[in-house]
C-alpha cells in the first residue's frame, strides 16, 4: 500500500510543531500583520500566559514588554527589510534581546510571518557592569601613581642641568611612555563614564571651523616633521553652526586627525566642512595604509585596533575611535568611515544644525 505524500506532510508538520512547542527556550511566531500564531511553552513560563490567551492576537499590544515602541519599531523595519532585526526590551526589571528572522515560502520571495527569540540579557548585563567597575577602580588608582611620575620627570626635564645627553634621551623617552599611560586611564575612564551614562555633555551653538582649525594646527607640527602635508579647506559660503558639546567635539576631531598624523607616512591630510542642508559633515581623509573592508565593521569597537606594520609600531587603546563614534550619538550625529588599502582612509562626521530658538 503506498503512502499518501500529503499525509506524510502533514505529519512531519505535526511532529515539528509539537517539537517547537515544547522549547524551553521562549519563541514564538507571528502573522505578517503582527498576529501571533504559535507560542511556545518557554514563552508561556516567561510571560505566565497560556497560548491561547496570546495567539490570534498583536504582538505589540498583548506582550507586556518595554518600551512598547521598541517593538512596534522592531517590527516596522523587519516589515520594511525582511531580514533579520533585533531590540533591546525589558520585562519585570530583567532585560531581553528580542530578535526577528523572517519565515518564507520554499522559494524564499513570499514572507510567511516572523520567528521571534527571547534571548534574556540578565547575565551578560551582570557581567559587562563587574568589567566596568572593574575598569573605573583600576584606572582611578593608577591616575594618581602616573601623575606623580608625570611630576618628578617634568622636574628632571626642567632643573637637572648636569644630565648627559643620553640621560636626557632617556629622559623623553620615559616622558613619552608616561604621556602614553596617562592618555590610555583617561580613556579607560571615559569608557567607564560611557558605558554607565555618566558623560556630562552641555549642548550649545558650536562653530566646526573654529575647532577643526585648532585641532590642524595642533597636529600641523607633527605631519611635518614626517614630511606629511595638512589641509583645511573651507568651503566659498559660510557653514551655519552645529548643535553641539565643545570639549567632546574637540576631542572626537583631535583623535581622527591625529590617527591619520599617526598611520599616514607619506601624502596628504585633509580636513573640510560641508554644508549638507539638515546637517552640517566634516570629512577628515589621508593617504595612509587603509583599513580592510572586513575591519571596517568592526573599527568602531572596543578595543580594536587595524592589522598592519604601523599599528605594531604605533601605540594606542583601542578605544578611541569607539568613544569618537559613542561621543558623537550622544550629540545626536553619525560617524562613517570609507577606506580602500593601499590608498588611505576618509572618516566622515555630521552633526545636527544649531537651529535658533524662537525665544533668544
Known amino acids: 500500500m503506498e503512502s499518501n505524500p500529503e499525509n506524510s506532510y502533514q505529519l512531519q508538520a505535526l511532529r515539528l510543531r509539537a517539537v517547537i512547542k515544547h522549547l524551553t527556550d521562549p519563541i514564538f511566531a507571528v502573522e505578517p500583520d503582527g498576529t501571533i500564531f504559535f507560542f511556545s511553552e518557554g514563552a508561556s513560563g516567561l510571560l505566565n500566559v497560556t497560548p491561547s490567551k496570546v495567539e490570534g492576537r498583536k504582538f505589540t499590544i498583548v506582550l507586556p514588554f518595554s518600551p512598547k515602541e521598541n517593538l512596534q519599531n522592531m517590527f516596522t523595519e523587519f516589515l520594511d527589510k525582511r531580514s533579520r532585526v533585533h531590540t533591546e526590551i525589558t520585562y519585570d526589571n530583567r532585560p531581553f534581546m528580542a530578535v526577528m528572522t523572517p519565515l518564507k515560502d520554499s522559494t524564499g520571495d513570499k514572507l510567511l510571518g516572523g520567528l521571534i527569540e527571547l534571548k534574556d540579557l540578565s ?52 616622558y613619552a611612555s608616561n604621556e602614553r599611560q596617562e592618555q590610555t586611564v583617561e580613556r579607560l575612564l571615559d569608557l567607564s563614564d560611557v558605558e554607565q551614562g555618566n558623560i556630562e555633555v552641555n549642548l550649545q551653538k558650536l562653530n566646526l571651523d573654529t575647532i577643526l ?148
Not at 573599527?299 to 558623537?328: H, P, W
Request: net charge positive; aromatic share 10%; glycine share 8%.
Open 123 to 174: 547575565e551578560q548585563k551582570r557581567l559587562a557592569k563587574m568589567q566596568i567597575d572593574f575598569v573605573s577602580i583600576i584606572s582611578h588608582e593608577l591616575r594618581t601613581p602616573i601623575s606623580n611620575v608625570k611630576g618628578y620627570l617634568d622636574v628632571l626635564k626642567n632643573e637637572a642641568t648636569y644630565l648627559t645627553s643620553e640621560h636626557k634621551t632617556f629622559l623623553e623617552r620615559a
Open 213 to 360: 582649525r585648532e585641532v590642524v594646527k595642533i597636529w600641523h607640527p607633527e605631519a611635518h616633521a614626517k614630511g606629511i602635508k595638512t589641509k583645511f579647506l573651507y568651503p566659498k559660503f559660510s557653514v551655519p553652526p552645529v548643535y553641539a558639546d565643545e570639549q567632546l567635539t574637540y576631542r572626537v576631531f583631535h583623535n581622527l586627525v591625529g590617527n591619520a598624523v599617526k598611520y599616514t607616512t607619506s601624502g596628504t591630510i585633509v580636513v573640510k566642512l560641508v554644508d549638507e542642508q539638515t546637517h552640517v559633515a566634516a570629512y577628515v581623509a589621508d593617504t595612509g595604509p587603509g583599513i580592510a573592508e572586513d575591519l571596517q565593521k568592526k573599527i568602531f569597537q572596543k578595543f580594536m585596533r587595524g592589522e598592519n606594520t604601523l599599528t605594531e609600531t604605533t601605540q594606542g587603546s583601542g578605544l578611541g575611535l569607539y568613544l569618537a563614534r559613542r561621543f558623537i550619538e550622544i550629540m545626536g550625529g553619525t560617524i562613517q568611515i570609507k577606506s580602500e588599502v593601499g590608498k588611505g582612509t576618509a572618516f566622515k562626521v555630521t552633526l545636527p544644525m544649531y537651529n535658533v530658538d524662537p525665544s533668544e
